[in-house]
């Protein structure tokens, strides 16, 4: 089973950019459907993900802002995020799940694998 940790996080200015990282071991990522969940009051909310076809699927609140890719050499996940806001401010979680061959919904239970987050503080 594939192990998950995350990096990138930080502080930055509305407008300003980060780039997630989420190094696999243990495992290669090409084989799971992966995402990205941030933290919201009473439950994690996907922001993007990817499946292994590889089909991709963003929230509204982050789509043309944000970007989910897999680098198989590496074998990590990224989450390039620009034109960031305020409310972009959170913990956010890298997940996978072998299951999947595509997406599937959003519910973070579809997800079995996770790993400890990173956090994102944007200010205005």
């Known amino acids: 089973q594939v192990q998950l940790v995350e990096s990138g996080g930080g502080s930055v200015q509305a407008g300003g950019s980060l780039r997630l990282s989420c190094a696999a071991s243990?495992?290669?990522?090409?084989?799971?459907?992966m995402a990205w969940f941030r933290q919201v009051p009473g439950e994690r909310e996907r922001i993007a993900a990817l499946?292994?076809?590889?089909?991709?699927d963003y929230a509204d609140s982050v789509k043309g802002r944000f970007t989910i890719s897999r680098d198989n050499d590496k074998n990590t996940l990224y989450l390039q995020m620009n034109s960031l806001k305020p409310e972009d401010t959170s913990m956010y979680y890298c997940?996978?799940?072998?299951?999947?061959?595509?997406?599937?919904?959003?519910?973070?239970?579809?997800?079995?694998?996770w790993g400890q987050g990173t956090q994102v503080t944007v200010s205005s």
């Open positions: 997940a996978a799940d072998p299951r999947w061959y595509s997406i599937p919904t959003s519910r973070a239970y579809n997800y079995n694998i």
């Open positions: 243990g495992d290669t990522v090409r084989r799971y459907s």
């Open positions: 499946g292994q076809d590889p089909s991709t």
